[in-house]
């Protein structure tokens, strides 16, 4: 005979034994009833704001479904502090890496528009910009070279050019201020400055 559980009477290490048995939603219902309060809290805590906390909520509950099946959970309540903790801070570095990505854009958008104020583009032969780029990158010394069009046409981040070359996080700094540096100047002789600013925005863009 299949006993019946007053749900909600039933301690967390019942609701999720019953879960695992029969996978019955209505069980994980009760825990959400029991802890959301508890999960916004902590949830604010590190977002510091409402809107994200209440998602933060909700994706969490949502993988509760999931989670209580992969999991042996001896005292729920500190495990879900666990989760929530490791979530929000999942978030956070998100936020992170987006506000770097958008920073870098920002400055080689700085850095191409200086260039093509100091050299406008010779729009009656575009075809000999790209001659005069490759050119350019060319009378550079080769690992200038390659971290310059890593970062600003391939946009990939310092750690990404790190793992790529095998170069010193100093030496991809040094390499890609340097690369630029000499790179301006090689466009200031070739009158071909206005050139990068092309090839680096339909980079950017695409």
Same mark, same amino acid.
């Given at each position: 005979?299949?006993?019946?559980?007053?749900?909600? #009477?039933?301690?967390?290490?019942? !609701?999720?034994?019953?879960?695992?048995?029969?996978?019955?939603?209505? !069980?994980?219902?009760?825990?959400?009833?029991?802890? *959301?309060?508890?999960?916004?809290?902590?949830?604010?805590?590190?977002?510091?704001?409402?809107? +994200?906390?209440?998602? &933060?909520?909700?994706?969490?509950?949502?993988?509760?479904?999931?989670?209580?099946?992969?999991?042996?959970?001896?005292?729920?309540?500190?495990?879900?502090?666990?989760?929530?903790?490791? =979530?929000?801070?999942?978030?956070?570095?998100?936020?992170?890496? +987006?506000?770097?990505?958008?920073?870098?854009?920002?400055?080689? *958008?700085?850095?191409?528009?200086?260039?093509?104020?100091? =050299?406008?583009?010779?729009?009656?032969?575009?075809?000999?910009?790209?001659?005069? !780029?490759?050119?350019?990158?060319? +009378?550079?010394?080769?690992? #200038?070279?390659?971290?310059?069009?890593?970062?600003? !046409?391939?946009? +990939?981040?310092?750690?990404?050019?790190?793992?790529?070359?095998?170069?010193?996080?100093?030496?991809?700094?040094?390499?890609?201020?340097?690369?630029?540096?000499?790179?301006?100047?090689?466009? #200031?002789?070739?009158? &071909?400055?206005?050139?990068?600013?092309?090839?680096?925005? #339909?980079?950017?863009?695409?």
């Amino acid at each position: 005979m299949t006993q019946i559980i007053d749900i909600s #009477q039933a301690n967390d290490r019942l !609701l999720i034994e019953k879960y695992r048995q029969k996978q019955d939603k209505n !069980l994980v219902g009760e825990l959400f009833k029991r802890y *959301t309060g508890f999960v916004f809290l902590i949830s604010m805590k590190y977002l510091k704001d409402e809107d +994200k906390s209440k998602d &933060a909520v909700m994706q969490i509950f949502e993988k509760l479904f999931d989670d209580l099946l992969l999991h042996e959970i001896d005292n729920f309540k500190a495990w879900l502090h666990t989760v929530t903790r490791n =979530h929000c801070l999942g978030v956070l570095r998100k936020e992170q890496s +987006k506000q770097k990505h958008q920073a870098r854009i920002k400055e080689n *958008t700085v850095f191409m528009e200086n260039l093509q104020e100091e =050299h406008p583009i010779n729009e009656s032969k575009p075809e000999n910009s790209f001659e005069n !780029l490759e050119k350019a990158l060319e +009378k550079l010394k080769p690992e #200038q070279k390659k971290c310059i069009q890593l970062f600003y !046409l391939d946009e +990939k981040s310092y750690k990404e050019i790190v793992a790529i070359t095998g170069f010193s996080d100093k030496k991809v700094k040094s390499y890609i201020q340097n690369g630029k540096r000499n790179l301006k100047i090689i466009l #200031q002789k070739m009158s &071909a400055g206005g050139l990068i600013l092309i090839v680096l925005w #339909q980079n950017i863009n695409n």
